[in-house]
C-alpha cells in the first residue's frame, strides 16, 4: 500500500485518465477526492467507489469560488491534501488556425490555463501552509511540438510547463514540489470515440515509432511513481512519455532519396 493515508485530488477525476488514476490511488490505500462538471458522472463515481474512501465534487476548474469551497471540504474532512493532480482539460474541435473560433480558443484558454492555475493557487496555498505537498500538470505531447488542428490545446499546454517550472521554483522551498506529464496520444479518455474505429487507431499508432498508441495504465503508472516518496527529486520537468513521437518523422527525407523518389 504505497499511498496509505494518503490524500489525493484529482480534478476531472470521475471519468477518462482521471478516473484511472483515482482507482490506481485507491487500490493502494488513499483517499481520492475528484471533481468533474458533470453532477451525473461524479454521483457515479461517487456510488461505484462508496465502499472506499471518496469524496466527490461536482464542480467547474474555472470556477475559483467552487473549488475553494470543495479544497475546504476535504481538509475539513481529511486535514490535508498529499496530491493534487490537475488532470481537468479539453481539447478544442480540431481545425487549422485561421478557422479557431473565438469561443474555442477562450474555452481551451479558460480551462487548460486559467483554470488550473486557479486550483493550483487554491490548493497550493494550503499545501505550503502544511509545509509539504506534490502537484503534478497533466500536459500533452502537442505543447512540445505543435501540430495543425490542435493550436488552442497546444498553447494553453505549452503554458502548463511554464508554469510547473515557475512553481516549482517558488514552492519547492515549502516543501510542495511541481512536476508535468506530457502524453502522446492514449487509448482511453478523451480518445474513447475515435479508438472505436480501427481507422483512427492505425492512424494515431503510425505517428509514434513505437507503433501503437500508449496504454492508460503506462500513463496512471508514471503518476503514481511521480506521486511517490522516491520521485520527489524530479521537480520542475515535464516528463514526455510519448513513445518515442517527438520528433519522430514517420517519413525521413533519406528514406525518400535513397528510394530514388527524388529523381
Ligand atoms: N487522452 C489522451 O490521449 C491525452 C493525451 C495527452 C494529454 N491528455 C490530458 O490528460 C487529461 C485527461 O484526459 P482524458 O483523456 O482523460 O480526457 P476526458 O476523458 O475528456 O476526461 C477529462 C475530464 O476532465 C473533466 N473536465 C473537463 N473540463 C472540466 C472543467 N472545466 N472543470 C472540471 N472538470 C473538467 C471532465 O469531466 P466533465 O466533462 O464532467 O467536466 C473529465 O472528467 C487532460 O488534461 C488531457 O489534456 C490526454
Given at each position: ?33 475528484v471533481n468533474a ?42 486535514g490535508r491534501v ?54 503534478i500538470n497533466m ?125
Open positions: 500500500m504505497r499511498f496509505q493515508d494518503k490524500v489525493v485530488f484529482i480534478t476531472g477525476g470521475a471519468k477518462g485518465l482521471g478516473r484511472a488514476m483515482a482507482e490506481a490511488f485507491l487500490a493502494e490505500g488513499a483517499s481520492v477526492a462538471r458533470n453532477a451525473e458522472s461524479v454521483n457515479r463515481f461517487a456510488e461505484e467507489f462508496k465502499e472506499k474512501k471518496v469524496l466527490s465534487f461536482a464542480a467547474d476548474i474555472t470556477s475559483y469560488e467552487d473549488m475553494e469551497k470543495a479544497a475546504a471540504k476535504v481538509w475539513d474532512a481529511w498529499d496530491v493534487l493532480i490537475n488532470n481537468a482539460g479539453i481539447v478544442n474541435p480540431l481545425v487549422p488556425s485561421e478557422k479557431i473560433k473565438k469561443e474555442n480558443f477562450d474555452m481551451a484558454i479558460d480551462v487548460n490555463l486559467k483554470g488550473t492555475f486557479y486550483v493550483s493557487q487554491i490548493f497550493g496555498r494550503r499545501m505550503v501552509e502544511q509545509g509539504s505537498g506534490r502537484i500536459i500533452t505531447q502537442v505543447a512540445l511540438s505543435g501540430e495543425k488542428g490542435f493550436l488552442p490545446y497546444a498553447m494553453s499546454k505549452a503554458g502548463l510547463m511554464v508554469m510547473t517550472r515557475n512553481l516549482a521554483s517558488e514552492w519547492s522551498r515549502h516543501g510542495v514540489t511541481v512536476v508535468g506529464v506530457a502524453p502522446g496520444f492514449i487509448a482511453g479518455g478523451m480518445n474513447e470515440g475515435l479508438i472505436r474505429k480501427q481507422a483512427f487507431v492505425d492512424f494515431l499508432s503510425k505517428k509514434t515509432p513505437i507503433g501503437r498508441m500508449a496504454k492508460v495504465e503506462e500513463i496512471t503508472g508514471l503518476v503514481l511513481f511521480l506521486a511517490s516518496p522516491g520521485a520527489q527529486y524530479i521537480n520542475g520537468e515535464t516528463i514526455v512519455v510519448d513513445g518515442g513521437m517527438t520528433g519522430y518523422t514517420a517519413e525521413p527525407l533519406v528514406d525518400f532519396i535513397m528510394a530514388g523518389k527524388g529523381k
